[in-house]
């Protein structure tokens, strides 16, 4: 895969802008809500699956490496391998999953809603299956921490992602951004 110039970049702003909307949190018990699901779909959505998702790939590198990008300003190995991880990690699943859906189809609104809420709940069930099997919860009990709860926030913030990203998107600048099939 070859990534010019112009999508390093432009995955390199989209990684900082990551790092910064993440650090707004809300605290809900192991797993907290926060604007990193929302800036993951917006970032996809604009940059499309290849510079999306190596925007997202950035960022995990930043908090691998001991960067405070995390939620609430956490970072390293133990984070990003630890009980909430997955959803992490689930990133990137969801950049491929929502990128290659938004490219093999209209980028328009409908579809970028339905890629961007099948992209947060392939995040959600990445980060659900890694807590279950990396804490030992109960298959049940890991539903009720990880996945349930977040439901509704992540439809809620998947709508927001397609309508806004497809907004910024046709009033970009076309020679930064892919141009709406």
Same mark, same amino acid.
């Given at each position: 895969?070859?990534?010019? #110039?112009?999508?390093? #970049?432009?995955?390199?702003?989209?990684?900082?802008?990551?790092?910064?909307?993440?650090?707004?949190?809300?605290?809900?018990?192991?797993?907290?809500?926060?604007?990193?699901?929302?800036?993951?779909?917006?970032?996809?959505?604009?940059?499309?699956?290849?510079?999306?998702?190596?925007?997202?790939?950035?960022?995990?590198?930043? @908090?691998?490496? +001991?960067?405070?990008?995390?939620? $609430? @300003?956490?970072?390293?190995? +133990?984070?990003?391998?630890?009980?909430?991880?997955?959803?992490?990690?689930?990133?990137?699943?969801?950049? #491929?999953?929502?990128?290659?859906?938004?490219?093999?189809?209209?980028?328009?609104?409908?579809?970028?809603?339905?890629?961007?809420?099948? $992209?947060?709940?392939?995040?959600?069930?990445? $980060?659900?299956?890694?807590?279950?099997?990396?804490?030992?919860?109960?298959?049940?009990?890991?539903?009720?921490?990880?996945?349930?709860?977040?439901?509704?926030?992540?439809?809620?913030?998947?709508?927001?992602? +397609?309508? #806004? +990203?497809?907004?910024?998107?046709?009033?970009?600048?076309?020679?930064?951004?892919?141009?709406?099939?």
């Amino acid at each position: 895969m070859r990534i010019s #110039l112009r999508e390093q #970049l432009l995955a390199a702003i989209f990684a900082g802008i990551i790092a910064i909307l993440s650090q707004v949190t809300i605290p809900l018990g192991l797993i907290p809500l926060t604007l990193q699901t929302f800036i993951i779909g917006l970032t996809v959505t604009i940059l499309g699956s290849k510079t999306g998702t190596w925007a997202i790939t950035i960022y995990l590198l930043l @908090g691998l490496i +001991g960067i405070p990008v995390f939620a $609430g @300003g956490s970072a390293g190995f +133990g984070v990003l391998f630890g009980p909430t991880g997955g959803f992490l990690i689930g990133f990137i699943f969801n950049g #491929l999953v929502t990128g290659s859906i938004l490219d093999n189809t209209k980028k328009n609104y409908f579809w970028a809603v339905i890629a961007n809420i099948i $992209g947060a709940l392939v995040t959600l069930a990445f $980060g659900t299956a890694w807590l279950k099997f990396g804490t030992g919860m109960e298959f049940i009990a890991a539903l009720k921490t990880g996945f349930i709860p977040f439901i509704i926030p992540g439809i809620i913030k998947a709508v927001a992602c +397609g309508l #806004l +990203g497809i907004f910024l998107l046709r009033r970009l600048p076309q020679r930064y951004f892919a141009p709406i099939k």
